[in-house]
């Protein structure tokens, strides 16, 4: 295959902007959709916090448009993986996926991050967007007057489950160890403990969905006894972290917990790199500001490719 001038490898809403823009600028991009084509808001069900849809859309939906949307202007999609790279030559950027080789003038890397499951071998996936997600702020809104759990004992966990308490009538927040080992800061701690509609669950894990076709009720195991309850709930919120996925780039760019590390809004330390998204972005996490970043990402490698010429 002949050298293309930009390469997006991701397919999330970072990706697509940035292949809408870059396409726009008639730079044909060509897109690497990943094992995950449209990233996380593929298992989101109505998506209602992204400008431009007073009633919703489907989170399937929106990545789908925005598909269409960067084939329309000429970007190129394929569905493959890249498994590693090679950019030790910024004017020829390698990318690998199985034997086949890639090369690129510009790389824009926005492959996201995946949210941590609880891994626990029993069919989880099946519940995954059907009362088992990861982003309160995204699916909060749903839950309205329903019972819901927060899984963790961090900041996150505590910030999501005093979200929750907007919608839901009832918010129990589970942690798998005693209440003086949460790692939340004392403050948040105490916000969630003096709160009418938050109950604090300790020494607790969930090891086991129950529900048909939706998640109905979770089985806690005592973290010391190994005795087992079931709590009844309409949805269950991890808020355990996400992984940047980032494993593929090996050494080729600087990280920083897993992350990578910017350079000014959307540049890496190598000039012809670009990022955009969750991969990036371990604060917000939501798809407008993805889209954003990819803008951000195309429009840098677009005056990049332009100084070259």
């Known amino acids: 295959m002949e050298k293309q001038k930009l390469i997006i490898v991701g397919s999330g809403p970072s990706g697509f902007t940035a292949a809408i823009y870059a396409a726009r600028a008639g730079l044909a991009p060509l897109v690497f959709e990943g094992s995950n084509p449209g990233g996380q808001l593929m298992g989101t069900s109505e998506v209602e916090n992204f400008p431009g849809f007073p009633d919703g859309i489907l989170g399937a939906q929106l990545m789908a448009n925005m598909r269409t949307q960067a084939q329309k202007f000429g970007a190129k999609t394929e569905m493959k993986v890249i498994d590693r790279v090679d950019f030790d030559d910024a004017e020829n950027l390698k990318l690998f996926s199985g034997s086949e080789e890639f090369v690129a003038e510009s790389v824009i890397i926005a492959t996201g991050a995946s949210a941590r499951w609880l891994n626990l071998g029993k069919g989880e996936e099946k519940f995954w967007g059907k009362g088992y997600t990861a982003c309160a702020t995204c699916d909060g809104a749903f839950f309205r007057g329903k019972t819901v759990a927060v899984i963790g004992g961090g900041d996150t966990a505590c910030e999501e489950?005093?979200?929750?308490?907007?919608?839901?009538?009832?918010?129990?927040?589970?942690?798998?160890?005693?209440?003086?080992?949460?790692r939340a800061s004392l403050p948040m701690q105490q916000r969630v403990q003096d709160h009418e509609k938050i109950e604090l669950i300790f020494n607790k894990t969930v090891t086991e969905l129950r529900g048909e076709p939706i998640l109905k009720s979770v089985e806690l195991t005592d973290t010391a006894t190994g005795e087992t309850s079931e709590l009844e709930l309409d949805g269950l919120f991890m808020a355990i972290g996400h992984d940047p996925n980032t494993k593929f780039l090996g050494d080729s760019l600087e990280l920083e917990k897993n992350y990578i590390r910017p350079v000014g809004a959307a540049g890496t330390k190598i000039p012809s790199v670009f990022v955009a998204g969750d991969v990036v972005d371990f604060r917000y996490q939501q798809a407008i500001t993805a889209a954003g970043h990819g803008c951000q990402a195309a429009m840098d490698a677009e005056h990049y490719l332009g100084n070259k010429s």
Not at 167 to 182: H, L, N, S, T
């Open 161 to 182: 489950a005093h979200f929750l308490t907007r919608f839901a009538d009832k918010v129990f927040q589970i942690y798998r160890g005693p209440q003086e080992k949460m």
